[in-house]
């Protein structure tokens, strides 16, 4: 079932990826501000979502649609038990910006969505980019067809690691804090601006380790199991005071030990 839901999640997100593209070519219209200043929602978040959950509506009416945009909806007595993760547009200020790295990000989980939860399969696509990333569970994941594999790696001295910043004023100088302790650890460090596609660079050995606090389920939904079918790690727990609001870690395999003792205690 997995390989079918991925085909699914892999038709919708690059439809709504393709036409978001033609959307910011045109110009784009920052439609609010939400938890601050910084946090934009551009009227490309909003279709986009407001496609993928009519589209999943209609053709899965018995699944749940969890989007960033406007959050839960589910088939109550009728539902499937699975839900359907969305971020309609990851990276939203590279989006504003004409910055290439953003990303339509579609996952189906199993269960509960957050701990406990399975996730079945999931697409990340990056037009921009003319990049598509897929996995479906214990089936691998690749990056335009193409199948990724990672191979192990220890040495944390030489290894490129990926972190972000919520747009809280208070948390970002805790994770400016983090980010001051690791960097005489590492190789370097890249802010890329799409939790999805930084997940999906782990994924393709780009970069050998991810982490960022705050995340919430429709940031790393997708991203999680590409990193996980393609060989990494993927772990973390919850952070903050929004239920959903966790702190991830995903890394190359042989790099998880010792990233995540490097992140320490700022994950708890
Ligand atoms: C954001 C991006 C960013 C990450 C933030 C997310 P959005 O998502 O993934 O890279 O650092 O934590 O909120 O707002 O562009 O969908």
């Not at 499937?80 to 910006?97: E, F, H, M, R």
């Not at 339509?104 to 969505?113: L, R």
Request: proline share 4%; net charge negative.
């Amino acid at each position: 079932m997995s390989d079918e839901l991925r085909d699914l999640a892999v038709r919708l997100a690059t439809t709504a990826a393709e036409s978001a593209y033609r959307s910011r070519l045109e110009g784009v219209e920052v439609a609010d501000l939400k938890s601050s200043p910084t946090d934009v929602v551009t009227a490309a978040d909003r279709a986009t979502e407001a496609y993928l959950r009519a589209e999943l509506a209609r053709l899965r009416p018995a699944d749940g649609f969890f989007g960033e945009e406007e959050g839960r909806s589910d088939s109550g007595d009728r539902g499937s038990g699975l839900t359907w993760v969305v971020d309609p547009i990851d990276g939203t200020v590279n989006y504003l910006y004409q910055l290439p790295a953003w990303a339509v990000s579609v996952a189906v989980v199993e269960g509960p969505v957050g701990a406990g939860g399975h996730t079945l399969a999931g697409c990340v696509a990056a037009p921009a980019a003319h990049e598509v990333y897929a996995a479906a569970a214990d089936q691998g994941a690749t990056r335009n067809g193409q199948r990724l594999h990672l191979e192990p790696k220890h040495d944390l001295a030489t290894a490129l690691i990926g972190t972000g910043f919520s747009y809280s004023a208070e948390r970002r100088t805790e994770q400016a804090e983090l980010v001051a302790r690791l960097i005489g650890q590492v190789r370097d460090i890249r802010r890329i601006g799409a939790a999805s596609l930084d997940l999906c660079a782990v994924a393709a050995g780009r970069l050998d380790g991810y982490y960022e606090s705050g995340l919430h389920p429709w940031d790393h939904a997708a991203g999680s199991l590409v990193v996980r079918e393609a060989g990494g790690t993927v772990g973390g727990g919850p952070h903050g005071e929004h239920e959903d609001a966790t702190f991830l870690l995903a890394a190359n395999a042989g790099l998880y030990p010792p990233l995540s003792a490097a992140v320490g205690a700022a994950g708890a």
